[in-house]
């Protein structure tokens, strides 16, 4: 992942720029930036038609419900709302209740987070199930690069010495810190760093994918062990929603980590898959 291909003298310091990204990682990786986008925003319109999360068999409005995005009149206005497990929180102007035109309009994702903008079910599914095929077809390629290449091996499973307690809480006090690997130790990832792409990896995006295909009646006639697994479709509905909000959670701290590590430097890594770092040599 890190082979060295060229430096500039930098006062007492080289800065030399490894490769650190493959064509096909960058390929995947903007590919899976489009597909997730559209993923989200279809999936949130798929939502919105019934703005409420079950667990179990079956799911109706005699049923409790694990989370409710809803709206309710309180003194002959509408007030929106987040109940989860019977914690109920004010939303208003979030979630629930959205202004359209100047007016309140009950939905529980507005309509700027969703596609399409308007309430449509049938739509949505139709973007939903056509990226989500385009997204899967990404990842396999990605994982059968990863693994016939050795970059999972080589990049991404942590070393023993990185898995040890006194490792990882150095590194967690780090990134407290806002601390980043310099010179050689940014050469590859971090055991945080693996550790959170191998949970993206190996837990999330297989329970997104195989709780969305849990939710299709074709593919329960086929597989029908699929939701005894989940215990139901219904607590299947909830396991994606739940993976796809830790997705969006790991997105937005991904590119925090970003930002603050180095924009540019970073960026241009995953367009050009060049990464500049300085070379502490005696030389330098």
Do not use: C
Not at 242 to 271: D, E, K, P, Q, Y
């Amino acid at each position: 992942m890190s082979k060295t291909i060229s430096y500039a003298n930098a006062r007492n310091s080289r800065k030399i720029f490894i490769r650190r990204h493959s064509v096909v990682t960058r390929f995947t990786h903007w590919l899976n930036v489009l597909y997730l986008s559209f993923l989200l925003l279809s999936g949130l319109q798929i939502f919105n038609a019934h703005p409420e999360l079950y667990w179990g068999q079956y799911g109706a409005n005699g049923d409790a419900a694990v989370l409710t995005i809803g709206s309710k009149e309180e003194g002959g206005k509408l007030r929106g709302f987040v109940d989860v497990a019977g914690l109920e929180l004010p939303t208003t102007g979030v979630l629930g209740i959205s202004d359209v035109d100047g007016e309140p309009s009950v939905r529980a994702f507005p309509s700027w987070a969703t596609i399409p903008s308007f309430q449509d079910l049938a739509a949505g599914r139709r973007w939903h199930f056509f990226f989500a095929w385009l997204f899967v077809i990404n990842g396999i390629v990605y994982l059968g690069f990863s693994l016939l290449s050795g970059h999972f091996r080589r990049d991404l499973a942590p070393k023993a010495h990185e898995l040890s307690p006194r490792h990882l809480g150095q590194e967690v006090l780090n990134h407290a810190r806002l601390r980043f690997p310099e010179g050689e130790e940014a050469r590859h990832y971090n055991a945080l760093q693996k550790l959170t792409y191998l949970l993206v990896i190996v837990v999330l995006l297989p329970l997104m994918v195989l709780t969305g295909l849990t939710m299709s009646p074709g593919v329960d006639a086929a597989l029908p062990s699929l939701v005894e697994i989940f215990g139901g479709r219904q607590s299947a509905r909830t396991i994606h929603f739940m993976t796809a909000s830790a997705l969006v959670i790991f997105v937005v701290v991904h590119v925090v980590m970003v930002v603050l590590s180095g924009t540019w430097n970073n960026i241009r890594s995953m367009i050009t898959g060049l990464y500049a770092i300085r070379d502490e040599g005696p030389n330098a």
